[in-house]
């Protein structure tokens, strides 16, 4: 039985939800703060948003990641937190996003229970299988392109890409170095949707660069 991201059991994301996902990076909040930078993401049309801090003290990531799910629920949007399930806990994130070298996807589920996103980064059709079985509710698979955000990440190929995409059921997500000009790129293998960082929150304009992002997804998807 398929639920939506409200769903009845437990949240399940469906494809639709990945077109666009949305990871922060304070890096780019220079003139506006990141939340003002997240509201502008909002109007222009994500469809999923991480927040992902690593230097913030734990008081306030959980201050801001309290006032990220109030703006991610205005526009009926998941909202998850990268790897710290501590914060997840305390502001009742709807999940969180989990690497190969943070805790396993079945610890995660114990913590979280039944009723939270997981999703895992995957770079093989070997890691995917065994998120999946873990209970993972859809995988980051990348980096697809040479990214800033990651130097130390390897490209996972586009033939790589369509094998996970065939090995597994869940919705996958492309990450890493996407931007406007190379979504293309990605046509014929099957994702879902990509996720993209320095492309919206690098933006000058970020409502409308991601409204053209969102487009372009889209786009790539019915080819």
């Not at 989990?98 to 996807?105: E, K, L, R, Y």
């Amino acid at each position: 039985m398929k639920h939506g991201w409200k769903g009845v059991i437990r949240l399940r994301v469906e494809a639709e939800t990945m077109t666009l996902y949305a990871v922060t990076d304070r890096a780019w909040a220079k003139e506006v703060t990141l939340m003002e930078q997240v509201k502008q993401a909002l109007k222009g049309g994500i469809t999923f948003l991480q927040l992902r801090e690593k230097k913030l003290s734990e008081g306030e990531f959980i201050k801001e990641a309290r006032e990220m799910k109030k703006l991610a629920a205005q526009y009926q949007i998941p909202f998850v937190i990268n790897d710290n399930i501590k914060v997840a806990l305390e502001v009742d994130a709807d999940g969180v996003h989990i690497g190969q070298d943070d805790m396993s996807v079945e610890e995660a589920r114990k913590l979280l229970g039944e009723d939270k996103i997981i999703g895992v980064s995957a770079h093989n059709v070997k890691e995917a299988l065994k998120a999946q079985k873990g209970g993972a509710d859809y995988l980051g698979v990348g980096a697809v392109c040479a990214t800033s955000t990651k130097k130390d990440a390897n490209v996972v190929s586009k033939e790589e890409i369509k094998k996970i995409k065939e090995a597994v059921d869940i919705p996958i997500v492309a990450i890493g170095g996407i931007k406007k000009d190379n979504i293309d790129a990605l046509t014929g293998t099957g994702i879902d949707g990509v996720a993209v960082v320095s492309a919206i929150f690098g933006a000058k304009d970020i409502i409308k660069d991601t409204k053209e992002l969102l487009k372009t997804v889209k786009k790539m998807k019915q080819k």
